[in-house]
């Protein structure tokens, strides 16, 4: 488990239902303690007042490091790959399906059984934060 201070961005991994398993983008605003966080998120807002990101408490086993970018070489991705989509203000984990054109990708979600299209624009590789490291999917499977 990654050790986290003020300042540092990382994402929270959602553990409430109909979004298991997305992350959010956040900043870690200080640390209570050894096994959490308080955590002020970059496109989540408060309920009572929009203009205001959303600050909340995290557990330390909720919070991984922001992925790095992966460079993509020759035409993006290809059919079968994970990936992560950035919808609904999270990343949310997917597989490639189909491709269509040289920026429209369609996407499969196992939590939820659909198949949407995006822009290339909203995917990045799926990297796993395994053992304090990010591991390629590629590698593991």
């Known amino acids: 488990m990654a050790s986290f201070k003020k300042g540092d961005q990382v994402e929270v991994c959602s ?5 298991l398993g997305s992350y959010y983008s956040a900043t870690v605003v200080n640390q209570l303690g ?6 002020e998120y970059e496109t989540l807002v408060e309920e009572e ?3 205001v990101p959303l600050v909340e408490v995290a557990a330390a086993d909720e919070l991984r490091p922001t ?18 989509v ?15 054109g040289s ?6 979600f196992a939590s939820t059984g659909e198949e949407i299209p995006y822009n290339g624009s909203l995917l ?6 395994v053992d304090g490291r990010w591991v390629s999917s590629k590698r593991r499977d």
């Open 15 to 19: 553990k409430q239902e109909g979004f």
């Open 49 to 51: 007042d929009e203009s």
């Open 34 to 39: 050894p096994k959490a966080y308080a955590v």
């Open 124 to 129: 990045r590789a799926h990297l796993d934060w």
């Open 86 to 100: 950035f919808a609904n203000d999270g990343w949310w984990v997917g597989q490639i399906t189909e491709k269509r």
């Open 103 to 108: 920026t429209t990708y369609f996407v499969y």
């Open 67 to 84: 992925p790095p970018r992966l460079r993509l070489g020759g035409s993006g991705f290809c059919l079968d790959d994970k990936v992560d």
